[in-house]
Nanobody
Framework: QVQLVESGGGLVQAGGSLRLSCAASGRTFSTYAMGWFRQAPGKEREFVAAISRSGSMNNHADSVKGRFTIFRDNAKNTVYLQMNSLKPEDTAVYYC????????????????????WGQGTQVTVSS
């Protein structure tokens, strides 16, 4: 069982930056591939970024590529999402997710591949 707690959301002006954190409980964090998803009002939850359990592989959605960066610190049981050059269309609730894998370089892109989810943190970007 893994519990995930996101933090770092808030209100920011367009062009600004935020760093989201997701702290995981337990001693098996390094056995999980991690991901970030977001859900805007009235829309489906969508993939934002994913990182392998080793941290050496990552993938970002085209809509955030070049602006957002996912990274992790296994010693701190934490995954991060650095968000730069924020746009109003980035406004959403951001969720982190964990999916167990036996492969160090495995990435998960689909929601169904993740077993555990955080409660979400609101990010609002004003124009």
């Amino acid at each position: 069982q893994v519990q995930l707690v996101e933090s770092g959301g808030g209100l920011v002006q367009a062009g600004g930056s935020l760093r989201l954190s997701c702290a995981a409980s337990g001693r098996t964090f390094s056995t999980y591939a991690m991901g970030w998803f977001r859900q805007a009002p009235g829309k489906e939850r969508e993939f934002v970024a994913a990182i392998s359990r080793s941290g050496s592989m990552n993938n970002h959605a085209d809509s955030v590529k070049g602006r957002f960066t996912i990274f992790r610190d296994n010693a701190k049981n934490t995954v991060y999402l650095q968000m730069n050059s924020l746009k109003p269309e980035d406004t959403a609730v951001y969720y982190c997710a964990a999916g167990r894998t036996g492969e160090a370089l495995r990435l998960y892109i689909l929601r169904s591949e993740y077993e555990y989810w955080g409660q979400g943190t609101q990010v609002t970007v004003s124009s």
